[in-house]
């Protein structure tokens, strides 16, 4: 296979976002953009490992939204990309650990510029239709505090419900809108043939068979309360999906699970609290819990949070549940500057019993564009 070492978008994808823009010639404003870059580096304790010890490891990402008005909606367009994580490093061994590493690779696991998202979206009815190139984890199982790994913690397990079989950006659908009394919705249905590593496949979703993922998630807030309660489907094979678990035993059928997301406020603080349940026979992620707090110190935030993932009883081999501590302290240092020191503790990567505690130090430098 031949390996890219510079930034690439798929020629579909060009395609699709030169059609998404033909409505800007008639955009009544201009358009709005935002974004952030960051930069990662992070050291393992190698005692709990077994295997090779991982390597000291830096990372850098960057995610950049443009907003354009155009024909009484808006086109709307996220440009994600990443480096190419070390194959003998810390994401290598604890993949848990970094959740902004490795997520735009291509086919040959080297990191890209992408064009994440891009859709068209319009107000219907009392709410919101997006349909294009969709991420369906940036439509559901959101909070407030455990939801972004460029501002937010960096684990795995404190950005989105480990439970949830999310495809990566995919074409589909979204539509979002309130019911009022405080309840709202969110429906999403995509192809889970997604962009990650391949944007061939991803403009070719029933050629492969890979299946479709829908969702559909009900929302309530209230007395400073809100909460997130979802139904999930995602019907490609996953027997096979190459994440290093022995999953053979698994079987072929759609994956399915139901999860919750509760926040709330502690003082000047907040807390979230996620719950997730998918069908054993078909993941191996089959239980989710985490707890995460975040808490103003000043000018700084400071964030602690704890997941445990449960692991099909249906798995090959021996297993354990896989669990992960985390607190950070994000500080601003300039303008647009931030700092944030990173303290982990993961148990049982992979669910290998072999794999016993393992505490990860790191540091993050964010600058908001």
């Known amino acids: 296979m031949r390996h890219h070492s510079g930034p690439r978008l798929g020629g579909a994808v060009v395609l699709t976002a030169l059609a998404l823009t033909g409505p800007l010639a008639h955009a009544e404003d201009g358009p709005e953009i935002s974004g952030i870059a960051i930069a990662t580096y992070q050291s393992a304790d190698t005692s709990g490992l077994s295997g090779t010890a991982p390597r000291d490891e830096a990372n850098a990402a960057v995610d950049i939204g443009v907003s354009v008005p155009a024909g009484g909606g808006a086109v709307e367009l996220q440009i994600k990309g990443g480096t190419t994580p070390r194959r003998d490093g810390v994401t290598g061994a604890l993949a848990e650990a970094n959740a902004a590493a490795g997520v735009t690779l291509d086919e040959n696991e080297r990191g890209r510029v992408v064009l994440w998202q891009a859709f068209y979206r319009h107000d219907v009815g009392n709410g919101s239709l997006a349909a294009g190139l969709i991420d369906p984890a940036a439509w559901l199982d959101g909070n407030d505090i455990a939801n972004n790994e460029f501002t937010q913690f960096l684990g795995a397990g404190l950005v989105n419900n480990l439970s949830i079989d999310f495809p990566s950006a995919s074409l589909g659908a979204a539509y979002t809108a309130g019911l009022g ?4 919705l969110a429906a999403v249905l995509t192809s889970a043939t997604g962009v990650e590593p391949d944007y ?3 403009f070719e979703p029933y050629r492969h068979g890979h299946g ?11 007395g400073g309360v809100g909460t997130n309660v979802g139904v999930w489907v995602n019907s490609r094979r996953h027997d096979s999906d190459g994440d290093g678990i022995d999953d053979e035993r698994l079987g072929r059928g759609a994956a399915r ?7 709330g406020a502690v003082g000047r603080g907040h807390w979230n609290l996620r719950l997730g349940w998918a069908d054993p026979r078909v993941q191996a992620d089959t239980g ?24 099909s009883d249906h798995l090959s081999g021996p297993h354990r549940g896989r669990s992960q501590f985390e607190i950070y302290l994000r500080a601003p240092v300039a303008r647009h500057w931030t700092v944030t020191p990173d303290l982990q503790y ?10 016993t505690g393992t505490w990860v130090a790191g540091l993050r430098v964010g600058r908001s564009l």
């Open 288 to 311: 989710f819990a985490a707890v995460a707090v975040a808490y103003p110190v000043g000018n700084r935030l400071l964030g602690a949070g704890v997941t445990h993932s449960l692991a």
């Open 346 to 355: 993961v148990l049982h990567t992979g669910f290998d019993p072999a794999q």
């Open 181 to 184: 009394k405080g309840w709202s």
């Open 212 to 222: 479709g993922f829908a969702a559909l998630e009900l929302q309530w807030s209230g």
């Open 200 to 202: 061939r496949r991803a």
């Open 257 to 263: 699970g139901v999860y919750a997301n509760v926040s």
